[in-house]
DNA sequence: GACATCAATGTAAGCGCTTACATTTTGTCT
DNA sequence: AGACAAAATGTAAGCGCTTACATTGATGTC
C-alpha cells in the first residue's frame, strides 16, 4: 500500500489526473494552456486540483519546461532604502508579467555577490539584474556561457556594452559640486562608500574631482573618506574630516544616509549648517527632505528605473535585439543643507 | 550531433562524469559527500567542474532529493525599513548555516500574501516565515497538510498557538499610551496603518484604547485614522486629524513613518511640535532620532528578532519539538516629540 | 456515405539529479 | 597467500513535470 489518490501525501499530477479521470498532459494542460482543453474537462480537472489542495512541483517543471519565469537580482543590501524602492517597482513590473524575483544580497561584498550570481542562476533564474558595472571578468563570462540575459543597472557609461538602465553617476555628481563651487566653496570634502569594486561610488567621487578641475582647483586635495554605509559611519567619518581639515566649509556625501550622518555629527560638533559647513547627499530618499536642515541631494528615479529595467529585461528575455542602454536623467533638489561658504 | 563534452551547451553532471572518468554517482558524491570520495577522484572530478563551468540545476536536485535548503518569507513590503533590517538579519543567519532566503513581497494585501505563499512552497521553500498572525484558515491548513514548518514574527499574543517570535503590540503601545496620558493628554489621536488582516496594527490601537480605558478616559472617544504605509499618506492623515478635531494634543501614530509624515504636517500647519501638539512614532528607525523634534516611539529589536527567527526555524525543520514561541521586550525611546499637554 | 480535417485527449520519453543497492577495489588479518 | 570486511565506485530507478507525437472522434465536404 503506497500510492492513493487518497493519501495525505503531497499531491502530484498524477493525484489529480487520477482523480479527475484524465491523462496528466491534460492537466498539464490545463495549468499552462487552458484553451487547449474543453471546459467541461477542464472544470473537472480544476476541481480536483482543488479537492487535492494540489501546487505544482517547481522543481520538476523547470526541469521539464527548461525555464522557470523567474528573475534574479543580486543587490548590496536591502537596508538601504534606495535599493528597497527600485527593486519593489521592478518585483511589481515582474510580477504583471507573470515573473516571480528572486533577491539575494551581496552584503557590498565581490566575492559573496559572485556566489550568488552563480546560485541564482542554478535556481534557474531565466534573466538578471545587477547592480552596477564592476564584477569580475569571470563572471561576465559564465553568465556569457550560459547566456543569462544581465541588465546592469544604478550606473550608465557610455564606454560599457553590456545592456544598462541608469543614470551618470560621475556627471550627475559633477554638476552638484559645480553648484557647490559655485557657492564659493574651495575647501571641499567628500565622504564616500567604499570605491573599491563599487562603481558608482567611484563614479560619484570621480565627479566631484571633475568639477574642481574645471574650477581650477586642485581635484588631488581632495578630502575623501570611505566608509561602510550607515547614519553612524557618516557621523564618525563627519567628525574625521573636521579633525583632519576643519577649513573644510563642504562635505559632499556619496549618498543621503552618509550625509544625514555628516548633518548630525556637524550639529553635535557645534558646525551650523549651512552658516558653517554645507552638506549634500545623493539618492533623494524621502527622509532627505524631513532632515533639519533638509538636505540638497541628487535626485534619481528609482522607481522608474526598476519598473523600465523590468520591462528591457522581459524584452532581453523575448530574445529582441539587445536593447540600448537607457540613461534615465537625474536632478540636483536645492533645499537648505547647501549654502555659500563662510 | 547532440551531446558532446565539448558542446557548449549547458554542461550536465553526465559531462563531468564523462570528462572525470566516473560515474555520475561519484560527482555526485564529490558535490555532497565529499568525503565519500578518495582524494585523487575528487581531485579530478573538481578539475572536470571547472574545466566545464559546472552548476548544478537546482531544480533537477530539488525534484531529487525533495529538499531545498530553501527558507521562504513573505514581507508586506520592502520599502518598509524595518521589515528591511529584520530580514537582512533573518537572510545573514540563514547563509551561516547554509540555507538560501526567498523572499515575496504581498504589498500588504492578504490575497497576494496567499498566492506569494503558495509560490514559496510551490519553488520547495523548506519552511515559511510570515509577519504577523492574521491570514486565511484555508492558508494555514494549507501549510499544515503540506507540513512546511512556519514562523510567525513581528507578532506575539498569548493566545495564539502558532510558533512565532515577535513582540507584544498591544502592550507596547499601551505602554506608550499610559506615558501620554501621563503627560496630561486627554485628547487623543492615532493614525494606524489599515487595520484589516493586520494584527500588528490592530494590536496597536487596540493598545491605545486599553490604556485609555485605564485612566478612565472613553475608548470610543479615540479618533483613528487608517491610511496607508507612506510618510506623504502620514502628512495627510494628520491633516485630516486637526481638521476634524482641532483640540487634539496627542497623535499616536502606528508606526515612525506616519509619525514622520505627520510631524512635516504639524510643523507646516504651524503648530509647534511638542508645543502644540505631541507626536509619537512605533519601530525606531535609523531617523527616528534625526527627526526634528527628535521622535519618541517605541524601540523594537528588529535585527535579533531576525537573527532569532532564522535559528528557531531551523531548529523546527531539524524536527525537534515545536519551539515555544518568543516574545522580545521592546521599550519606549523617550524624545523630543512628546511633552505635556498645552 | 466515404474521406479529409481538426480539435481534444492520451502515451511515453525525457529533463538533471540523488540514492538504494550492486559491484569492484583495497586493506587487514591469519 | 587466502579470506573477509570495509571503502570506493558504479548501475539504474525514480523524483514530478512538459511536450512531441499518436490516437480518437466529431464535423464538414463532395
Not at 522543481?59 to 519565469?69: F, I, P, S, V
Amino acid at each position: 500500500m503506497a500510492q492513493s489518490t487518497s493519501e495525505s501525501a503531497i499531491p502530484t499530477l498524477a493525484d489529480v489526473a487520477r482523480r479527475a479521470n484524465v491523462s496528466t498532459a491534460t492537466v498539464s494542460r490545463c495549468l499552462n494552456n487552458p484553451n487547449q482543453v474543453v471546459d467541461e474537462t477542464r472544470a473537472r480537472v480544476l476541481q480536483a486540483v482543488s479537492d487535492l489542495g494540489y501546487a505544482p512541483n517547481f522543481g520538476a517543471r523547470a526541469l521539464a519546461a527548461k525555464q522557470t519565469n523567474t528573475v534574479g537580482a543580486v543587490i548590496p543590501t536591502m537596508e538601504n532604502a534606495v535599493f528597497a524602492r527600485g527593486i519593489q517597482a521592478f518585483q511589481e513590473e515582474l510580477g504583471r508579467h507573470g515573473k516571480t524575483l528572486l533577491i539575494a544580497s551581496s552584503a557590498y561584498q565581490e566575492d559573496l555577490e559572485d556566489t550568488q550570481v552563480r546560485a541564482l542562476v542554478a535556481r534557474g533564474a531565466d534573466a538578471l539584474l545587477l547592480i552596477g558595472y564592476d564584477r569580475s571578468p569571470e563572471l561576465y563570462a559564465f553568465l556569457a556561457k550560459r547566456s543569462v540575459p544581465t541588465l546592469v543597472t544604478w550606473s550608465f557609461a557610455e564606454e560599457q556594452d553590456k545592456p544598462a538602465i541608469g543614470f551618470d553617476n560621475r556627471a550627475a555628481m559633477a554638476e552638484l559640486a559645480r553648484l557647490v563651487i559655485g557657492q564659493g566653496h574651495r575647501n571641499i570634502a567628500c565622504i564616500s562608500a567604499p570605491t573599491a569594486s563599487n562603481d558608482r561610488a567611484r563614479g560619484r567621487v570621480e565627479g566631484i574631482r571633475l568639477a574642481m578641475g574645471e574650477a581650477g582647483l586642485d581635484a588631488d586635495e581632495l578630502l575623501l573618506i570611505e566608509t561602510p554605509y550607515g547614519i553612524e559611519t557618516g557621523e564618525t567619518a563627519m567628525r574625521q574630516v573636521m579633525a583632519a581639515a576643519p577649513a573644510t566649509t563642504a562635505i559632499l556625501c556619496g549618498n543621503d544616509v552618509l550625509a544625514l550622518g555628516a548633518l548630525r555629527a556637524a550639529l553635535e560638533i557645534g558646525l551650523g549648517v549651512p552658516g558653517d559647513v554645507s552638506i549634500t547627499g545623493f539618492d533623494d530618499i524621502e527622509i532627505a527632505m524631513l532632515a533639519e536642515p533638509a538636505l540638497t541631494t541628487v535626485h534619481v528615479p528609482h522607481r522608474e528605473m526598476g519598473r523600465r529595467a523590468a520591462s528591457m529585461l522581459i524584452q532581453m528575455l523575448r530574445g529582441k535585439d539587445p536593447p540600448k542602454s537607457v540613461k534615465l536623467p537625474t536632478d540636483i533638489r536645492l533645499r537648505q543643507s547647501l549654502g555659500p561658504a563662510r
